[in-house]
Nanobody, 115 residues
Framework: QVQLVESGGGLVQAGGSLRLSCATS????????MAWYRQAPGKEREVVAT????????NYADSVKGRFIISRDNAEKAIFLQMNSLKPEDTGVYYC????????WGQGTQVTVSS
């Protein structure tokens, strides 16, 4: 049974930082490009960052480039998102999944950035 469990969200002031974690089970992710997604209120879910299977290739949405860092620990089957210099527009529910988004979605973790 595949499970994705996101954690680490919270309420933070603009300029602050958060580190999100995604624990995976029921799947071997080491050969899979993984991604963090964000769904802002009233908007569709979007990809904010992806990381290749060995972690050497990362890509970021323009809106988070230079502020967010995606990483992975294949041994622990976990994905992380370090978010710095947070802005109110970063507010949303954050999810992890494959780059294709083809695993069952977890419950996500809420990030709220106050101005």
């Amino acid at each position: 049974q595949v499970q994705l469990v996101e954690s680490g969200g919270g309420l933070v002031q603009a300029g602050g930082s958060l580190r999100l974690s995604c624990a995976t089970s029921g799947i071997i992710i080491r050969l899979t490009t993984m991604a963090w997604y964000r769904q802002a209120p009233g908007k569709e879910r979007e990809v904010v960052a992806t990381i290749g299977s060995v972690g050497s290739i990362t890509n970021y949405a323009d809106s988070v480039k230079g502020r967010f860092i995606i990483s992975r620990d294949n041994a622990e089957k976990a994905i992380f998102l370090q978010m710095n210099s947070l802005k109110p527009e970063d507010t949303g529910v954050y999810y992890c999944n494959t780059q294709r988004g083809d695993l069952p979605w977890g419950q996500g973790t809420q990030v709220t950035v106050s101005s």
